[in-house]
Nanobody, 119 residues
Framework: QVQLVESGGGSVQSGGSLSLSCVAS????????MGWFRQAPGKEREEVAI???????RYAHSVAGRFTISQDIAENTLSLQMNSLKPEDTAMYYC?????????????WGQGTQVTVSS
C-alpha cells in the first residue's frame, strides 16, 4: 500500500506563491500517472495538474500558466509550484498515483494539504 504525504500548504495573499510537495512511501519510477487535485468546500474534486510516465503534463485551464508540476523520481517526490495565486485557488490539495494511458484512474491518495488565498 503506497502512502502519500503532502506538505507545503498555507495561507497567502492574492498574487503570492506556494510550493506543494508530495512524498511517496515507495519508489515511484514506472508509475504511470501522478497528479494533483483539489476540492473546495461545497464543490466537487477537480483535476489540477497531471504528469505521466512519458513526462507529458496537462493542466486545468484555470491554472495553466500559473502552476507547474514536476517530479523527482530519485526522491519519490511530486511537486506543484503555484504562482499568481487567486482566492479561487483556495481548496484542499491532494496528490494521487494512478494508471491508464489517459491518466483517468487513480488508486492512491494523500490526506491533503490546505491552501488558502486571501484577497
Amino acid at each position: 500500500q503506497v502512502q502519500l504525504v503532502e506538505s507545503g500548504g498555507g495561507s497567502v495573499q492574492s498574487g503570492g506563491s506556494l510550493s506543494l510537495s508530495c512524498v511517496a512511501s515507495e519508489y515511484t519510477h514506472g508509475v504511470e500517472c501522478m497528479g494533483w487535485f483539489r476540492q473546495a468546500p461545497g464543490k466537487e474534486r477537480e483535476e489540477v495538474a497531471i504528469r505521466d510516465s512519458r513526462r507529458l503534463v496537462r493542466y486545468a485551464h484555470s491554472v495553466a500558466g500559473r502552476f507547474t508540476i514536476s517530479q523527482d523520481i530519485a526522491e519519490n517526490t511530486l511537486s506543484l509550484q503555484m504562482n499568481s495565486l487567486k482566492p479561487e485557488d483556495t481548496a484542499m490539495y491532494y496528490c494521487a498515483l494512478g494508471h491508464g494511458s489517459l491518466c483517468h484512474s487513480w488508486s492512491y491518495w494523500g490526506q491533503g494539504t490546505q491552501v488558502t488565498v486571501s484577497s
